[in-house]
């Protein structure tokens, strides 16, 4: 489904892929706030409680390079139906749940269906626009990506409150619906399909590498990392899985990716960019809430009400950047994107304990705005090169590796955190002695380290100053992170002419 004359019925198209791309992202978050409620309900225990997320995470990761293959070997609108409606059909289920395993089978149902449809959505509605569209089209796109996250903590909220934890899951019944209905009337099908021979040992290769990580980064932080023999194993499965597939997809004739889109230089470095920023943007993004929560002392509610100016920042710098893509070298806005992240994580590397909520409203607004202005050039970019009937199987690997990106920053991050306020506690506790007047003069009586109670209350201060301090060296590696990011903006070459409006086509809009 290439664009070569005007697409009838866009309109209808782009709000049935909108509604599946929100019912998608959506699920991805709601159920967190659930999970008390669906532990109680379903008698299971604390650490079995998290397999309704990982079953999630693991399966959409494992099942997201199929995407590609599915769309060429079946038809994009083919295969968009069947995942809407298996979506839907296992959001159901999960509803209907009655024990643990039951939730969890059905979760990983979810995952199967759902990880195809991210990469779809973007690959159709590259298809349905003109070049000179494909900025646009990517700005509605993140829109929808990033509005299921932000709202889908407080939908859930309100639904577990208001009703129970199954609504969390039966509220995708209608959105699911719509989605089917529109894409069944409204979406053309493909005159042809490309018959490709199933690369099965490289697809379980793959399979085998992409969940080992994404066990490994889900598992690694509560196990102690590599001091575990689970993690060790997760670790050697995933390299030995990357290995076979890499030397596979070399040697045999059918490759379970086409090997043109190694090739294509704006891919390759968008999709590294793409790994580098999903670290820098969800690590950090994992580290704030404890920051507002446990450190600063701040209720839930207070915590969530300061984090609404980065979402807002982030709608204003996706519609901005829709619309100066047409005018504005892409590189341009990237780079833009970076200074805006790199100045956020400066104000970020200098939190103290003392400081009121104005710095994390400042640098969460700084760092929306950065991160809207990372996703419309970057998308757009990523696929200004490369040939349609290869668009599906380029947003499986880019979303693939943005996926990684996020999982490794996330586990990273909060290993680091963890392993540096021990580090500082450590440090910091090894100077205090009761035996140290001078420290005890500067002292208030309720921290007197030679006595009991004050050697508890003084034990405290240090483990909250050494944790702020793991968490403000987080933030200077993620601000280096940000150099690193720099150089592969000049490795992107600027979309042909025909990505720019014509002064008549823009004079329309």
Same mark, same amino acid.
């Given at each position: ?314 709608? !204003?710098?996706?519609?901005? *950047?829709?619309?100066? &893509?047409?005018?504005? $070298?892409? /590189? =341009?806005? %990237?780079?833009?994107?970076? +200074? ?120 405290? !201060?240090?483990?909250?100053? *050494?944790?702020?301090? &793991?968490?403000?060296? $987080?933030? /200077? =590696?993620? %601000?280096?992170?940000?150099? +690193? ?25």
């Amino acid at each position: 489904m290439t664009v070569s004359h005007p697409v009838p019925n866009r309109g209808p198209i782009t709000f049935a892929i909108m509604l599946a791309t929100l019912m998608n992202t959506l699920d991805s978050t709601i159920a967190n706030v659930a999970l008390p409620h669906i532990q109680g309900s379903l008698s299971a225990a604390p650490d079995q409680i998290t397999w309704v997320l990982t079953s999630y995470i693991v399966a959409a990761a494992v099942m997201t390079p199929m995407s590609g293959w599915l769309a060429g070997r079946f038809g994009m609108k083919r295969t968009f139906l069947v995942v809407i409606t298996g979506f839907t059909v296992a959001s159901m289920l999960c509803g209907a749940a009655a024990s643990l395993p039951q939730i969890v089978l059905f979760r990983v149902l979810q995952g199967m269906f759902g990880a195809a449809m991210i990469p779809l959505s973007q690959a159709v509605l590259l298809n349905i626009n003109p070049p000179e569209r494909h900025a646009h089209a990517m700005s509605m796109w993140a829109m929808g990506t990033i509005l299921g996250p932000i709202f889908g903590p407080v939908l859930g909220g309100y639904l577990t409150d208001t009703l129970s934890w199954r609504w969390c899951f039966y509220i995708n019944l209608p959105i699911g619906v719509v989605a089917i209905l529109g894409v069944w009337i409204f979406m053309p099908r493909e005159d042809e399909t490309r018959r490709r021979v199933f690369d099965f040992l490289g697809f379980g290769a793959l399979a085998i590498a992409v969940g080992c990580v994404q066990l490994m980064m889900d598992r690694g932080p509560g196990e102690d990392w590599f001091a575990s023999a689970e993690v060790w194993t997760y670790a050697i499965l995933a390299i030995m899985g990357l290995w076979v597939f890499v030397v596979h997809s070399l040697t045999t004739a059918h490759p379970f990716f086409d090997l043109r889109l190694v090739r294509d230089r704006n891919l390759v470095a968008a999709t590294s960019f793409g790994f580098l920023t999903g670290i820098l943007i969800f690590g950090s993004l994992a580290i704030l809430p404890l920051l507002m929560q446990s450190l600063m002392g701040y209720p839930a509610l207070t915590a969530g009400l300061i984090s609404v100016p980065r979402g807002l920042g982030m709608m !204003v710098s996706i519609l901005l *950047a829709g619309r100066a &893509a047409r005018y504005v $070298d892409l /590189r =341009l806005l %990237l780079f833009a994107g970076l +200074v805006f992240s790199g100045v956020a994580m400066w104000q970020m590397a200098h939190f103290d304990l003392s400081m009121d909520p104005g710095p994390l409203i400042s640098s969460g607004l700084l760092q929306g705005f950065a991160t809207g202005l990372f996703f419309v050039p970057l998308t757009t970019l990523a696929f200004s090169t490369v040939s349609p009937e290869l668009r599906a199987e380029a947003s499986s690997i880019y979303n693939l590796l943005r996926n990684i990106g996020a999982s490794v920053g996330i586990s990273a991050m909060q290993a680091l955190a963890a392993a540096n306020t021990q580090v500082t506690h450590e440090q910091m506790a090894g100077r205090v002695t009761p035996n140290d007047t001078v420290l005890r003069a500067t002292l208030p009586a309720a921290l007197d380290p030679s006595t009991l109670p004050g050697a508890l209350a003084l034990d405290a !201060v240090i483990d909250r100053q *050494a944790m702020m301090t &793991a968490y403000v060296n $987080d933030f /200077r =590696l993620m %601000l280096l992170l940000i150099f +690193v990011c720099a150089p592969l903006v000049f490795l992107l070459k600027p979309p042909n002419s025909g990505m720019r409006p014509d002064p008549a086509h823009a004079a329309v809009e």
